[in-house]
């Protein structure tokens, strides 16, 4: 799910190096005393050409690629034109960089540190020869006339019709595989549902890797509609049973697959759930920059100033008010922890008044819950602090109609990625070699099996 303010301005960030800067460094920034993990990959091709990339430790779950790298001797510069992002420092050692973070006109010192012996290990990450077939595919969202790419995973020797899933991932722009940290849990789910005869459609979101369109400009309508392209495309299949076609959604991605289903937009015969937010919109999200900045180690002080401000914030976004109203009367609300905001601060809180946030902001799940009519398989982890369960999961049991009997299901120890944590914070998700829980992927098989 989306981060507030706070969170998001420091996420953003991961990238490579040179000389010999190869491989994985990685330092802390300090920002308001919370100091957050960042890492930069650096690689260098045969033609000694060099890229680098950022990976966020939560929600950016797609690497972001710096579109200028420039090293010489021991000098690095690294740009993202596209994000405003910029890295510059200096090689003082074999194992330390000292260089300056920049976002717009915002400058944090950030010191990195060689981490290239470090190999992090992804062990549940599939590697082919795959017994099963995989088909890069491509596809409409033909109200909006927009092309879409996924890979469609198929088990091969099916004597009957197959069942067939759409994988639909969590916020920010994401890949087909919800890349995060390394970590690819949809490729993970999507190989363990393929070799138990399960077809699935995975598919880059819009604007990210193969796919076409806007992805900063566009809603949850939208990505609902290119979820609707999704299984209009696994219906025309020849070896998947038109009967037996459903979503499966993580976080935000699980919010898509409600709404779908509670509308009735789409036939769909059932939805599986990942975390999936199901309470009004502006609720979570104060609920949940309590638990980020909790697990991060922000005061009881802090956090409730925290909330009382957010709270605010985004009854302000979610009111009728012109955008720029609307945003001048954020500006004043967060005046006393921002007395003298930099323009790169005002550009942050600006973002909260554009219209896909504010669409976003307005959404209450609960009315859709109440009209689904389709089986509903939804999970949840104790240490999730993105989807904080007993709330979600409250109002998931109380809304869903009766008579349903959906399985519902809460994993103890779990994070908002179903792998075993410590803490559930997000600066861990990259620390774990875990990238989905067994437990649930086996819960969910039983579950698609059993209908």
Not at 8 to 31: H, K
Not at 81 to 107: A, C, L, P, W, Y
Not at 165 to 177: A, F, K, L, N
């Amino acid at each position: 799910m989306r981060l507030v303010f706070l969170i998001i301005l420091v996420v953003q960030f991961y990238g490579c190096m040179g000389q010999d800067m190869e491989g994985n460094w990685r330092g802390f920034l300090d920002v308001q005393s919370v100091k957050l993990p960042v890492e930069f990959r650096l690689e260098k091709d045969l033609n000694e050409v060099w890229t680098a990339s950022v990976v966020g430790p939560a929600e950016a779950a797609s690497a972001l690629q710096f579109s200028s790298v420039k090293i010489k001797g021991d000098s690095i510069f690294l740009a993202s034109s596209q994000n405003m992002i910029f890295f510059e420092g200096t090689q003082v050692s074999s194992t330390k960089i000292d260089g300056v973070f920049k976002r717009g006109d915002k400058s944090i010192p950030l010191v990195l540190h060689s981490n290239v012996k470090e190999v992090r290990r992804r062990p549940q990450t599939p590697s082919a020869p795959y017994p099963y077939d995989t088909v890069k595919v491509n596809f409409y969202n033909e109200f909006d006339q927009v092309k879409l790419a996924g890979t469609l995973t198929l088990p091969r020797e099916q004597a009957q019709l197959m069942p067939a899933v759409v994988m639909v991932t969590g916020s920010g722009p994401q890949d087909r595989d919800e890349t995060v940290d390394g970590h690819k849990p949809f490729k993970v789910i999507a190989d363990y549902l393929t070799r138990r005869g399960i077809a699935v459609l995975c598919f880059d979101d819009r604007g990210v890797g193969k796919s076409k369109g806007d992805y900063p400009n566009s809603t949850i309508g939208d990505f609902s509609k290119d979820v609707i392209g999704a299984l209009d495309y696994l219906r025309e299949q020849k070896n998947v049973d038109p009967n037996n076609i459903g979503i499966i959604g993580h976080s935000e991605g699980g919010l898509i697959a409600m709404l779908v289903a509670g509308q009735r937009s789409a036939e769909v015969n059932f939805i599986g759930l990942l975390a999936p937010p199901a309470i009004a919109i502006d609720s979570l999200m104060v609920l949940q920059a309590y638990e980020v900045g909790r697990s991060v180690g922000l005061s009881q002080e802090e956090l409730q100033h925290a909330r009382l401000i957010n709270r605010k914030n985004f009854a302000i976004v979610k009111s009728d008010l012109s955008d720029q109203d609307a945003y001048l009367q954020i500006m004043n609300n967060v005046s006393s922890v921002f007395p003298n905001p930099t323009q790169d601060q005002k550009n942050e809180f600006r973002m909260l008044v554009t219209p896909p946030y504010r669409y976003f902001m307005r959404i209450d799940p609960v009315p859709f819950i109440r009209q689904i009519n389709v089986p509903v398989f939804a999970a949840y982890g104790t240490k999730d602090v993105q989807v904080p369960y007993a709330v979600n999961l409250e109002s998931l049991t109380k809304n869903l109609p009766s008579g349903l009997e959906p399985t519902l299901k809460v994993y103890e120890g779990l994070n908002h990625f179903f792998q075993r944590a410590k803490t559930g914070s997000i600066s861990e998700y990259a620390q774990l070699e875990e990238t989905f829980s067994d437990e649930v992927m086996e819960d969910l098989v039983e579950w698609l099996h059993s209908m």
